[in-house]
């Protein structure tokens, strides 16, 4: 694997330089960046989207593929916003949050989250801004619009694709503490992954490879999410994550 903090410098199209030169590369604004995601096609592509540094202001310091490789690079260069991903290998994006809480907490150099995810699931985007992400947009955003939501995250708004915003009013809507959904506390953060992987669909294998574990783990994980919701098979473990808006 390559080394992590090692970011890729690929140029992007002229229109797309263009429009992040309007996003904040011409005002003379600058932010530091760090990218988390553990497909790197994808990471490279957002690297040639906003990471010309003299045109779009975004220069990319570091990137990572899963946990333990976030918190180092962000540990190490202290951006000033992350690019987060919300499903990885080691615990997903609220891991990297819970071991990072110390960096976003500091007063004089907080480093801020920006969830950026192919999912739109509703327990995914109230994960991410439990855990103290700023904001959540999805892979279907636009090279400008990200560079913008990058900028506004870093000088401390919250930012959310329209649809999105509404899941997070409906949370925290009521002054009194969310209610807590105890089936679903029961099970684990990879147990929670597998769990929509099987609601979506996948076959063992997919899941196996798309979370880098055995097919034997997998299966492992099943059992226990059956076991600890008292269901019987993958159908009703599908009628059950789908009743709670998890796919």
């Known amino acids: 694997m390559s080394d992590p903090t090692e970011a890729n410098g690929t140029a992007g199209s002229a229109e797309a330089a263009g429009s992040a030169r309007a996003a904040g590369g011409a005002g003379g604004r600058r932010v530091r960046v760090v990218l988390v995601d553990d497909h790197r ?7 040639a989207e906003i990471g010309q540094t003299e045109q779009t202001g975004v220069e990319v310091v570091g990137e990572a593929a899963d946990v333990d490789q976030a918190v180092t690079v962000i540990t190490a260069t202290r951006p000033e916003v992350v690019l987060l991903d919300v ?19 500091d007063p004089e150099r907080p ?21 103290g992400a700023r904001g959540y947009v999805t892979k279907t955003i636009t090279g400008s619009d990200l560079i913008d939501s990058v900028f506004r995250v870093q000088e401390g708004d919250a930012v959310f694709s329209p649809r999105l915003a509404g899941f997070v009013l409906d949370a925290f809507a009521s002054t009194d503490a969310a209610p807590v959904d105890e089936d679903l506390d029961r099970l684990t953060q990879r147990e929670r992954e597998v769990l929509r992987l099987i609601a979506r669909g996948y076959a063992y294998k997919e899941i196996a490879k798309q979370l880098f574990i055995s097919v034997k783990t997998v299966e492992s994980h099943v059992s226990a ?11 009703e473990l599908t009628r059950w994550a789908t009743a709670r808006r998890l796919v």
């Open 111 to 131: 480093v801020r989250f920006l969830a950026l995810s192919v999912s739109d699931a509703a327990e995914d985007v109230i994960g991410v801004i439990r855990g």
């Open 41 to 47: 096609m994808f990471r490279t592509g957002v690297q």
């Open 225 to 235: 999410v059956l076991r600890k919701l008292q269901l019987s098979n993958r159908h």
């Open 87 to 105: 499903h990885l290998p080691g615990g997903g994006g609220v891991e990297v949050l819970r071991r990072c809480a110390a960096l976003m907490a």
